[in-house]
């Protein structure tokens, strides 16, 4: 027999986070980590118009994931939701971009003011270069009419390339070269600091530094957490692995991500450095990025794992 109990507290919930929110996006992940790429269009569309709008995870919760479906009499994920009413799905929503529809939806609704025409320097945000990012760009364009173009979408892994100017951009001025933004990376953009660094070898590459970007899993090498523990710097270590693996191997300060282990970490403060290991660095990783949704800001993995370890610091501990 259906849980009907449940079925209708899933239902009420939904309808109140409907209700209570203009904007309503259900999705896997969040705005910043969409973990599908249905999601990430959708969230890429939706930025391109809005602020700031609501997502709700399905993953975090399997009776919301198929309550949601139930709720809209629709079979997949993401779904969108405008003034409580249904919208639809990745599909529907990238033909009503395209057709100007969704435009017009949040426009008429005061959600979303009218598209640039994006000319004036006056009203993009505050982009700053330096003298090296002058100059590497400046060579690359060799005299061409076309501008370096600066894109940041959802997830903030920045690209910069050389492009034409298309209709809806915005045109910055950042010390003496015109960059090109549209519309959804001119609402990350503000404070951005371009610099072009070489490193040893004598190669380059441009190097973004972004204020308005989320915290991220930070790559943490064996070596490094090495010293973190000579320091006696604060941390929690959480490993991810089997019973069976922490049978054949373990680090001593490392406490099993278990049920045990999930309840001590959610009761952390959400500024405590967290380090997530794992046999070569893949599953903590996951594990790292999932403790990071939910608000925990110096989060680290471990790369190359308990292997790494034993090969290039502690050769007692086993490797298998």
């Keep these: 027999m259906a849980n009907v109990t449940g079925s209708n507290s ?12 203009r904007v309503v996006l259900f999705m896997k992940g969040n705005r910043h980590f969409p973990q599908c790429g249905f999601s990430a269009q959708v969230v ?15 993953l975090s919760d399997p009776a ?7 709720f809209s009499s629709w079979p997949t994920i993401p779904q969108l939701y405008v003034d409580g009413k249904f919208v639809g799905g990745c599909d529907i929503v990238r033909e009503m971009r395209a057709s100007g529809e969704l435009a017009t939806l949040l426009q008429g609704a005061g959600l979303a003011a009218a598209p640039s025409t994006g000319t004036n320097a006056e009203s ?17 364009l060799a005299g061409s009419e076309d501008h370096p173009r600066l894109h940041i979408p959802s997830n903030f892994e920045h690209e910069l390339f050389i492009d034409e100017k298309q209709a809806d951009d915005i045109l910055v001025e950042a010390d003496g070269l015109s960059l090109l933004l549209d519309p959804a990376t001119a609402r990350r953009a ?3 600091h371009i610099d072009f660094v070489t490193g040893a070898g004598g190669e380059g590459g441009f ?10 899993v930070q790559p943490l090498s064996v070596k490094a957490f090495k010293e973190m523990i000579d320091r006696g710097d604060k941390f929690e270590l959480f490993d991810v692995r089997t019973p069976e693996e922490r049978a054949i191997a373990t680090l001593k300060m490392g406490r099993h991500l278990d ?13 405590t450095p967290l380090v997530f290991h794992c046999h070569h660095g893949m599953r903590s990783r996951a594990a790292a990025e999932r403790f990071l949704s939910t608000g925990f800001t110096r989060v680290y993995n471990l790369e190359g794992g308990i292997d790494a370890w034993s090969r290039d610091i502690d050769p007692n501990v086993p490797r298998y």
């Design 190 to 192: 503000n404070g951005v």
């Design 10 to 21: 899933t239902h009420a919930q939904i309808a109140e986070i409907v209700s209570e929110n």
């Design 64 to 70: 919301l994931r198929d309550g949601i479906k139930a």
């Design 259 to 271: 049920d045990d282990g999930v309840d001590y970490l959610q009761g952390l403060p959400k500024d």
């Design 207 to 216: 190097k973004i530094d972004n204020p308005n970007a989320p915290p991220r």
């Design 124 to 140: 993009g945000p505050k982009v700053t270069l330096s003298p090296a990012a002058v100059g590497a760009f400046k060579q690359a």
């Design 44 to 58: 890429n569309i939706l930025d391109e118009f809005l602020p700031s709008y609501k997502t709700v995870n399905v």
